[in-house]
């Protein structure tokens, strides 16, 4: 049990999707910050996932730092003829260990669908990595009282792949209406989904997977969230671009 009061011995995770953001020299002044700051945070893993390019320029300037990277997303398939894919393997030869999967991005602007999304942990279970696997509702789906059939039904592919699969996963919940926009579940509201998602894995027999909250996290809204007892850290967006911000979410 670490100093954070946990009710739990679940150790925090705080993770930056960078998203379609960076470029080598931003990118050079964000990493730095982030080894320069991460000593200050020991209870809390801390990772980046960044756009495919830049995974060597992590690969180089983290080794060593604490802070583990990763990449956005993955092919399902493990190699061949498909244009302009990656394969977890390919993610795993630059060192990441985590890759995000069924991003609410991917699965309104790709069409990803709930089975290809627990395809693609399965792909980078395959190739070592652990996959993040990203579920949440839409505005209009929380306003019609659906958050748990939603989620419910984003996770049933993934709960499929089984205890010993699913013992190697994160989950991270994401209320679209909250991503990018500011607007945050409230800790109360999102401890609710959390404890709804934990049930499920209890009754796999998995209950210690670690379950991140994502959408419009702050240095100042990250403790009051994090004190919730199934919140197990944050999958963050825009306040990741910010070594200072982000590094402060890790600290909350
Ligand atoms: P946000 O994004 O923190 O900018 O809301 C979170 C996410 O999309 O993972």
Known sequence: MDTQSREHSRKRLVMGNWKMHGNQA????LLDGLCAGVTAVPNCDVAVCVPFPYLGQANASLQGSGISWGAQDVSR???????????AAMLADFGCA????GHSERRAMHGET????ADKAAAALSAGLTPVVCVGETLDEQEAGRTKDVISRQ?????????????????AYEPV???GTGLTATPDQ?????AFIRARLAELGVPQVRI????????????????????????VGGASLVAEEFLRIAAA
């Open 114 to 117: 709930d089975q290809l999304v």
């Open 190 to 194: 999102a401890q609710e989904v959390h």
């Open 212 to 235: 991140l909250y994502g959408g419009s996290v702050k240095a100042s809204n990250a403790a009051s969230l994090f004190a919730m007892p199934d919140i197990d850290g944050a999958l």
């Open 98 to 101: 985590w890759v995000l999967a």
């Open 155 to 171: 996770l049933a592919p993934v709960l499929a792949l089984g205890a010993s699969s699913l013992a190697r996963i994160v989950l």
């Open 177 to 179: 209406w909250a991503i």
């Open 26 to 29: 931003a990118n050079t002044v």
């Open 77 to 87: 398939h493990e190699q061949g003829a498909y244009t302009g894919e990656v394969a």
